[in-house]
């Protein structure tokens, strides 16, 4: 996950003061976040492929559908970006779910074929 990468690049900013316990509880939210977002996409692309025949108009709607979480997904990078100190926590938020968005995109085409 996309997330693994950058907590690794970012360990060494971690404060000394967070605990292990913080990155713990931090680090299961986000994977969390992530499954469940991912969950919902495969959910919404088998439910929607019913009735709309276009793969790439599928895994849109898969996307679309799936807001709520992509915004859960973005809150607990956020959190992440924080925990270790990272100079701007908004834009590693919005950089890594858009990449965790296209990966999903993928994955609902590849589930389609």
Not at 30 to 58: F, G, M, P
Not at 67 to 83: F, I, P, V
């Amino acid at each position: 996950m996309l997330f693994l990468l950058a907590a690794q690049l970012a360990a060494p900013l971690a404060s000394p003061s967070a605990s292990s316990s913080d990155q713990d509880r931090v680090t299961a939210a986000e994977v969390l976040a992530y499954a469940q977002w991912r969950n919902c996409v495969l959910k919404v692309t088998h439910h929607k492929s019913r009735s709309i025949k276009d793969h790439e108009a599928v895994a849109d709607a898969a996307i679309a559908g799936c807001e709520a979480r992509e915004a859960d997904y973005r809150s607990s990078l956020k959190e992440l970006a924080q925990l270790y100190r990272l100079k701007d926590p908004d834009t590693f938020a919005t950089r890594t779910s858009e990449q965790a968005r296209k990966t999903l995109r993928d994955m609902a085409l590849k589930e389609l074929k």
